[in-house]
């Protein structure tokens, strides 16, 4: 499903104007995305949680120059959906 489908999606359910729907779907992206910049964890109850993981630093292999490199500390976005809603996806 892609941002167009959920727009549409939305705007059929509630029959608000695709403009709108359009706007509300990206604010919210941007709240998001700005919020995990700022190191702060999302919560949405019953659909899941968009947080930040800390990767350590560890040594990997360049195996096409057989040498080893340094892969430093750094953090990733993920999603942890709630228990509920993995439960239905199962």
Same mark, same amino acid.
């Given at each position: 499903?892609t941002?167009?489908d959920i727009?549409s999606?939305v705007?059929?359910?509630?029959?608000?104007?695709?403009v709108?729907v359009q706007?509300?779907?990206?604010?919210f992206?941007e709240s998001? !995305? =700005?919020?995990? #910049?700022n190191?702060e964890p999302v919560?949405?109850r019953g &659909?899941?949680?968009?947080?930040?993981?800390?990767?350590?630093?560890?040594?990997?292999?360049?195996?096409? !120059? =057989?040498?080893t #490199?340094?892969?430093?500390?750094?953090?990733?976005?993920a &999603?942890k959906p709630?228990k509920s809603?993995?439960?239905k996806v199962?």
């Amino acid at each position: 499903m892609t941002k167009a489908d959920i727009v549409s999606e939305v705007a059929k359910q509630t029959g608000a104007e695709k403009v709108m729907v359009q706007a509300v779907v990206e604010a919210f992206m941007e709240s998001v !995305k =700005n919020s995990m #910049i700022n190191n702060e964890p999302v919560f949405l109850r019953g &659909f899941g949680s968009f947080i930040i993981k800390k990767r350590a630093k560890k040594v990997a292999r360049n195996i096409s !120059k =057989n040498t080893t #490199i340094t892969i430093p500390e750094h953090n990733i976005p993920a &999603f942890k959906p709630a228990k509920s809603f993995a439960a239905k996806v199962k």
